[in-house]
């Protein structure tokens, strides 16, 4: 790189930046090579799981099958040290190790990398034990049992005569890419990494999920693809992020009676789903229902005979990759505003509730803990209107959902009563059934009821009143007598009976 270029982009083929130590192609110039890459010093460990690893693989597999000519793979932040003439690594480095670990483990020995020492640290070394390993396993299973078992003895031959393999590894070689950025000042390296990764926010799931998903729309007119995407641009983008960490996230963990910390780039398969290609019987049903739930209300039936359009989503579902995936965000977006807007008159589900309007007063709305209680509130209301509510809900439903919104006021409610400091630690611990009074995983209480007066019925049962000695917060301006009694959630606790003085 000469001196007075300080950035370069290019486009590298896998096999061009790993076995020739090239980048063919470099916008405004020619042909780099003598590609010798590094890890610096400053690099964090080899992070990267097994799951990761397996993750990526499955992705490549995928996007093979589906006969693209090109699969991108991300971005490799180079910076050029002119002293050494070497390509220190400053982002891309997890992504890079571990095509290395499968092209060895795919028989491409050829790799300049695999001379170089690595950090001399115990996560990576693990690390890096544990994804070659799970690489020779998943390829095991792709080589032809004849070929394992009676004509071949040694494994590494076993993998080169097997055509599976040898197209795989051709792909990742020729076909699998990387946009490359490279510049030879280090402070603007540093800050092309953070405008990567921060520019004034951080690299949301939803995003990833995004592309994903538009990658898994091949066939889809564009008209409709542009539709989609514009609906979905047309979101704020930090709702988004919410909708899917703090709500679709979390209830598909908590179900499974699983705690619920963080969504990130490592846990969005949650959300990736089953594709159009997957063939076994549980993706099988499932296309199956979406397919026929689409089918059905695009045609008369709903209208001629008057019954409502049937749902294809259920919140803790697999999902169906592509299309289906943009419609279950919006599905949900619209429900969770629909039940987090106490409006009068608007809205199907929740309208001028006493209990949400007392929570939606700004005192409740302030603090980590108050914040905590609402989103546990609000997402088990959401559970149970996607169970048991139509889109359109008759009067019986609401006054059904009404009596559960009592019940689900009580069992998070009865948390903040019992915790003057409260964080998530807690919370968790008290949906997972450790905690204080009335500790239980009402999430998974409202996904295994087959009715919702089944639901009630065991929630009466498992919802027990609060005695003064175990509430920490302020029990003198609940009297009934008071005006002001609408301003103390407490009420509700004296009014349905389950505060005992």
Known sequence: MANNINLQLGIAKIGELLIKNEISRVRGGEALKGINLKIPNYQRPYKWTAKNAIQLLDDIIDAKNSNKEVYRVGTLILHYNENDRCYNIVDGQQRIMTFVLLLTTLCENHIDFLKEKLPDNPSTRENIANNFRAFERRCDAMV???????????????????????????????????????????????????SQNARGKKLYPHDLLKAYHLREMDGIEETETERIVKRWENIDQKDLASLFAEYLYRVREWVHGNKAWGLNEHNI???????????????QFYKGAYAYAEMLNQSAMPFVSGMREL?????????????PFFDYTNHYFNILKDIQNNDKYMGYFINGNKIVETRDLRKYKNGIGNRIIRNLFDL??????????????????????????VMDFIWAYSLRAQYSNLGWLSAQNYIMGNGRINSFNLYKCIAEASSPTILLSELAGRIHPLTKAVVKANTEDIDENDKNIYQNYLHYFVEYKFYIK
């Open 144 to 194: 032809d049992e004849h070929t394992r078992t009676n004509i071949f003895k040694d494994h590494q031959e076993a993998l080169r005569k097997d055509r599976a393999i040898t197209e795989l590894r051709d792909f990742v070689e020729q076909q699998c890419e990387l946009i490359v950025v490279i510049t030879n000042n280090i402070s603007e390296a540093f800050q092309f990494f953070d």
């Open 269 to 283: 398969d949650k959300f990736k789903g089953i594709s159009r290609h997957d063939n076994l019987p549980y993706a």
């Open 311 to 323: 749902n294809p989503f259920q919140i803790d579902a697999p999902i169906i990759s592509g299309k």
């Open 380 to 405: 088990a209301a959401l559970l149970y209107v996607d169970r048991f509510c139509p889109d359109k809900p008759t009067r019986l439903d609401i006054d059904i959902f009404e009596q559960f919104v």
